[in-house]
């Protein structure tokens, strides 16, 4: 599939703070879910390939990315 096509759909779940970003078509059967850090899944199809993204707790999961970043002087 080319990047011109991919069915990119990102949505945003304010009272739960999820953000969910799917890669693949609406319709394909999530065969596992990681967790790959803490509030943050990975949902993958049968053959591994990666179907969408989830992030728990996004306000805070941004927080801590920015206080991780180096700082600029």
């Known amino acids: ?3 011109d096509s991919a069915p990119l759909a990102v949505s945003w779940d ?3 703070d999820a953000l969910y970003v799917r890669i693949a ?3 394909t059967f999530v065969a ?3 967790e790959v850090h ?3 899944m990975l949902d993958l199809a ?3 390939s ?3 993204i989830e992030v728990i707790g996004v306000r805070g999961q941004m927080d801590a990315a920015a206080c991780a970043r180096p700082q600029q002087h």
Request: charged share 5%; net charge negative.
């Open 14 to 16: 304010p009272p739960a």
């Open 1 to 3: 599939m080319s990047a």
């Open 25 to 27: 078509p609406h319709g």
């Open 46 to 48: 049968a053959n591994g």
């Open 38 to 40: 803490p509030g943050v």
């Open 50 to 52: 990666l179907i969408g």
């Open 32 to 34: 596992e879910t990681t």
